[in-house]
T-cell receptor, first 114, second 111 residues
Framework: DTEVTQTPKHLVMGMTNKKSLKCEQH?????MYWYKQKAKKPPELMFV???????INESVPSRFSPECPNSSLLNLHLHALQPEDSALYLC?????????????FGNGTRLTVT | GQQLNQSPQSMFIQEGEDVSMNCTSS?????WLWYKQDPGEGPVLLIA?????ELTSNGRLTAQFGITRKDSFLNISASIPSDVGIYFC???????????FGTGTRLKVLA
């Protein structure tokens, strides 16, 4: 079983909806990540939080809004998405000491925008 | 975003055969990771490498951190049907959180 838990597993939303993806880890990691993955493609980095502060934003559109309420939780708020935003959204965590801290992924949220 | 060159892109092999795949980069990395991803699930970490020349095994899997620090290799010995999936490499430059992923190798095992 994965130690990074993501909810919901599946989400269908309309282009005018507001929804949130949630991620939780209890490995004591201080870096948390959001990745987007299209079918048959590698994960693409969206955001990184380090010690609950936004460290990296890979020029992601503002309709995606990340939030890190504490060291164990990571949210991704979604608003006014487009059909092309449909993808598998993966949360990951790692130690904040860069070396010797591999990424651990959750099982993702399969998002469909209609 | 930036991606690593991973080869082969896909492969069909017979059960019991050995498998080799590799990743190459134009940049130097301090960490190489290898993942396996099954349909509908997140990538699962297989092996982590931290030193140039390092050779690490995990059961039937063996991975190596290339001497030049610009490449890494993954070998699977005596493949079984459950080895089916997509294998990704990922590289990390020290001092960043930006793991760069390979393009993936899709493995299919014929029983």
């Amino acid at each position: 079983d994965t130690e990074v838990t993501q909810t919901p597993k599946h989400l269908v939303m309309g282009m005018t909806n507001k929804k949130s993806l949630k991620c939780e880890q209890h490995m004591g990691h201080r870096a948390m990540y959001w990745y987007k993955q299209k079918a048959k493609k590698p994960p693409e980095l969206m955001f990184v939080y380090s010690y609950e502060k936004l460290s990296i934003n890979e020029s992601v559109p503002s309709r995606f809004s990340p939030e890190c309420p504490n060291s164990s939780l990571l949210n991704l708020h979604l608003h006014a998405l487009q059909p092309e935003d449909s993808a598998l959204y993966l949360c990951a965590s790692s130690g904040a000491g860069i070396n010797n801290s591999p990424l651990h992924f959750g099982n993702g949220t399969r998002l469909t925008v209609t | 975003g930036q991606q690593l060159n991973q080869s082969p892109q896909s492969m069909f092999i017979q059960e019991g055969e050995d498998v080799s795949m590799n990743c190459t980069s134009s940049s130097i990395f301090n960490t190489w990771l290898w993942y396996k991803q099954d349909p509908g699930e997140g990538p699962v970490l297989l092996i982590a490498l931290y030193k140039a020349g390092e050779l690490t095994s995990n059961g039937r899997l063996t991975a190596q951190f290339g001497i030049t620090r610009k490449d890494s290799f993954l070998n699977i010995s005596a493949s079984i049907p459950s080895d089916v999936g997509i294998y990704f490499c990922a590289g990390l430059t020290s001092g960043t959180y930006k793991y760069i992923f390979g393009t993936g190798t899709r493995l299919k095992v014929l029983a």
